[in-house]
């Protein structure tokens, strides 16, 4: 079983940057290959940004593709997203997620982990 924390969120202006971290328990952390997908009020869960379970590959979605970074320590069992550049519609619930089963790879889909946090509130302002 693994847990996950999320926390960094909040309210920032457009343009501005936040960085989100999510805290893993368990010492596996180093083995799975983690994710970042966000939710916004009204739409489906959509993928952001993955990452192998060493550092090596990385994934993004399109939309933040170029303003969003993936990293992970695993020394503290933390994966990070450093969001720059921000707009109105980055506003939602981020959410980190583990995958036990593919540690190479970057999945993007959701069926693909297993493992999810509870979110943290992301709102960018005009």
């Known amino acids: 079983q693994v847990q996950l924390v999320e926390s960094g969120g909040g309210l920032v202006q457009a343009g501005g940057s936040l960085r989100l971290s999510c805290a893993a328990s368990?010492?596996?952390?180093?083995?799975?290959?983690m994710g970042w997908f966000r939710q916004a009020p009204g739409k489906e869960r959509e993928f952001v940004a993955a990452i192998s379970w060493n550092g090596g590959s990385t994934y993004y979605g399109d939309s933040v593709k170029g303003r969003f970074t993936i990293s992970r320590g695993n020394a503290k069992n933390t994966v990070y997203l450093q969001m720059n550049s921000l707009k109105l519609e980055d506003t939602a619930v981020y959410y980190c997620?583990?995958?036990?089963?593919?540690?190479?790879?970057?999945?993007?889909?959701?069926?693909?982990?297993?493992?999810w946090g509870q979110g943290t509130q992301v709102t960018v302002s005009s």
């Open positions: 997620a583990a995958d036990p089963d593919t540690p190479w790879g970057t999945p993007r889909r959701i069926l693909e982990y297993d493992y």
């Open positions: 368990g010492r596996t952390f180093s083995t799975y290959a």
